[in-house]
């Protein structure tokens, strides 16, 4: 029995638009409840929400049947990391603060058995392999996992031509939020100055084969993005569109005394 197929990174590859929703909530029912709602991918977030490796194997399991695939977002590009997420059953690595192609090298070794790789061999008595009911995960399961580099800075995006020649990185994804601060407008990532290196990026990568993602709560944003040549794009983060409604239906309520 072969690792599971992949079906987001055959999308990318095809490039087959995906609509994704940040989920940063770390918490496996409500992950379980955004997973019926029918995104293409889920990014399960390591670094700014609270959760550790064991909410993250929770919210893949809590993901076991949905449409939805989970992106994992580690909190830093560490090898060991990597192995604990998809040895927890995650297929789609999504890796912050890449700036060099040395970087992004190291991410791809980390993804893949030897001898295309360094991952360690112990998926066996884990998620991964179903506790070892998949047996030929280990012989097949580099084929299956998908890469996603955050390029959000100005050094990444000197770069960039780099990284993108780097064998098994699928996707490379513009951190908007990060790359504005980097720039000179933190908190501003609708500057023009800062849509102009975004639009570049995205054109850039798309040339080069590889898949081009980005956040944006504007579905405006989004068009703009899929026109340009976007693959992947989230667009929304559950926090705040909880936050948002919860708020507007207080004061709504409370309009009624």
């Known amino acids: 029995m072969p690792a599971p197929h992949n079906s987001f990174k055959t999308a990318l590859a095809k490039g087959d638009a995906q609509i994704g929703l940040w989920v940063v909530a770390s918490e496996a029912s409500v992950t379980e409840m955004i997973g019926t709602a029918g995104f293409d991918w889920l990014v399960l977030d390591g670094e700014h929400a609270p959760n550790d490796i064991r909410s993250l194997r929770d919210s893949l399991m809590a993901l076991n049947g949905s449409d939805s695939h989970p992106v994992v977002r580690i909190p830093i590009g560490e090898t060991w990391m990597v192995k604990q997420v998809l040895d927890a059953g995650a297929q789609t690595v999504l890796v912050p603060m890449v700036d060099t192609a040395e970087q992004a090298r190291d991410m791809a070794l980390a993804m893949r058995y030897p001898p295309l790789g360094v991952r360690g061999m112990g998926a066996t008595g884990a998620?991964?392999?179903?506790?070892?009911?998949?047996?030929?995960?280990?012989?097949?399961?580099?084929?299956?996992?998908?890469?996603?580099?955050?390029?959000?800075?100005?050094?990444?995006?000197?770069?960039?031509?780099?990284?993108?020649?780097?064998?098994?990185?699928?996707?490379?994804?513009?951190?908007?939020?990060?790359?504005?601060?980097?720039?000179?407008?933190?908190?501003?990532?609708s500057a023009p100055e800062v849509q102009e290196v975004i639009t570049d990026a995205i054109k850039r990568i798309t040339s080069s084969g590889k898949a081009a993602g980005i956040l944006t709560q504007s579905l405006d944003d989004a068009k703009t993005y899929l026109e340009l040549g976007a693959t992947f794009v989230a667009v929304g983060i559950d926090m705040v569109m909880y936050a948002k409604v919860t708020r507007q239906l207080c004061k709504d309520a409370k309009a009624l005394l």
Do not use: H, K, W
């Open 127 to 189: 998620r991964a392999s179903r506790f070892g009911e998949i047996t030929d995960y280990v012989a097949t399961a580099n084929d299956e996992v998908c890469l996603l580099v955050q390029a959000e800075s100005r050094a990444a995006i000197a770069n960039l031509d780099d990284i993108l020649t780097v064998e098994g990185v699928d996707g490379v994804f513009i951190g908007p939020a990060d790359l504005s601060a980097d720039m000179g407008f933190p908190g501003a990532a």
